[in-house]
């Protein structure tokens, strides 16, 4: 799809209506419209087009109804010949962007970009705490608390996973500003964030974070067998070591030595939120035979190959997984659960993830704005699911959230044991 032309009759006449209004407006009335800088419609404009023109041409499945395009185009093209404040501008263009099916566009507007750059100073360090964001319209806004590092700020000062962050130093969480309160979470030997925090159980406190400490910078796969259970549970964490592979092949091939009929193995991927690497893939392969997944790029298709590790699992074993998927689960993690998902290898339960696999490149605009545009896209071979539009739908959904339920009592767990007992037959009373 070329890039729409511009209606310019139509901004030149809105231009002129809008300098006629300015003339003759009386300037002894109680109330004046707001006042613009004399370009602000330009430069709106050509933000409006240089997004058109940038999906247009990053358009990388391509199968969607241009026709569908039109339509929107020309709705929000009669919304921008008048001046907008510059927040009603960004959601009136991040609306727009909602209406174009499988776009996989992210719009960032330039505050934000400005708050994420001053986040991100080189001299302040993150508090050691991997959090998930809340802040839909309808939804308590906050942070969750998805994994605290050993030994860091965070630990030191008392935030545990489970908990969430509704206030950094007195500010509440505003909606869709979740990413930048996570950019806040960053502090230096001079500094301290005061946070308001919520228990699962409702009780709020108020936590000092100060520098100190020296945090690990990953923690090991977490690997049990489910007390009363035959079944052996697997937790990727969001910071993984390069010893976690051996992790993953151990606690499976323990596993099969045990002497027990009945057997299901439960991989967590909730606290996988955004790794582009991962030695869970290299398992991929002893769960699932045939196809795994495809990578569009640059107008080729190639099928995703992964070498696999020796293990005492195979494919052709038979034994019943689930995959709890959260809705932080992000990239490698939902590569994961979508490749045994569609080769039929394992149920998902949980959350729908959000469909963060993509590689993104940026497009500064007139506006000072940020386009991120997909590079990539992955389609699951049998299902054709465009996972970076679409991410991942459990095949037994439980919109249970992460701060919930506290350490221990996880009901999410709760559901993927009862589902291997409906599949072994095993009574679960």
Excluded at 166 to 193: K, M, V
Excluded at 229 to 246: M, V
Excluded at 349 to 378: K, M, W
Excluded at 387 to 409: A, R, Y
Aim: charged share 20%; with cysteine; hydrophobic share 35%.
């Amino acid at each position: 799809m070329t890039p729409l032309p511009r209606n310019w009759i139509a901004y030149a006449l809105a231009l002129i209506a809008l300098n006629f209004a300015a003339c003759t407006q009386n300037p002894l009335a109680g109330s004046q419209a707001p006042v613009f800088p004399l370009n602000t419609v330009q430069i709106q404009q050509d933000t409006f087009e240089e997004i058109w023109s940038q999906m247009a041409e990053n358009d990388l499945v391509g199968n969607t109804d241009k026709s569908d395009w039109d339509t929107v185009y020309e709705a929000y093209a009669s919304k921008v010949i008048e001046p907008q404040s510059p927040e009603n501008f960004h959601s009136l263009m991040e609306e727009m962007i909602q209406e174009i099916p499988n776009s996989g566009v992210n719009l960032i507007s330039r505050q934000d970009r400005i708050n994420n750059s001053v986040a991100t100073n080189p001299n302040k360090r993150n508090i050691g705490a991997f959090t998930g964001i809340r802040d839909g319209e309808n939804e308590e806004r906050r942070l969750i608390i998805l994994h605290v590092m050993p030994d860091s700020a965070a630990a030191i000062a008392g935030l545990l996973p489970h908990d969430s962050i509704l206030e950094i130093d007195g500010q509440p969480i505003l909606p869709n500003q979740g990413r930048t309160a996570q950019q806040a979470l960053r502090i230096d030997s001079e500094q301290e964030l005061r946070l308001l925090v919520q228990n699962p159980s409702g009780d709020k406190r108020m936590i000092m974070v100060r520098e100190g400490g020296e945090p690990r910078q990953a923690s090991p796969v977490v690997t049990r067998i489910l007390q009363n259970t035959d079944y052996l549970y697997i937790q990727y964490p969001p910071n993984e070591s390069r010893e976690s592979i051996n992790e993953f092949a151990s606690a499976i091939d323990q596993f099969r030595l045990r002497n027990s009929s009945e057997k299901g193995i439960i991989i967590d991927t909730r606290l996988m939120i955004g790794q582009r690497q991962s030695s869970i893939l290299q398992f991929t392969p002893l769960l699932t035979d045939g196809l795994l997944l495809n990578r569009i790029e640059d107008g080729r298709t190639n099928t995703i190959n992964i070498e696999g590790v020796a293990s005492g699992l195979q494919a052709r074993d038979g034994v019943p997984i689930v995959i709890i998927l959260g809705r932080d689960t992000a990239g490698v993690g939902e590569l994961f659960a979508a490749a045994l998902q569609d080769n039929e290898r394992a149920l998902v339960i949980g959350q729908a993830s959000g469909g963060r696999v993509e590689e993104f490149e940026s497009d500064y605009l007139p506006n000072g704005s940020q386009l991120l545009l997909p590079t990539t896209a992955i389609i699951t071979p049998k299902g054709q699911r465009n996972i970076g539009q679409m991410g991942i739908e459990p095949d037994f959904p439980i919109d249970v959230d992460w701060d919930s339920f506290s350490s221990g009592s996880d009901p999410v767990i709760d559901e993927a044991i009862d589902l291997l007992d409906e599949i072994s037959g095993r009574d679960s009373n």
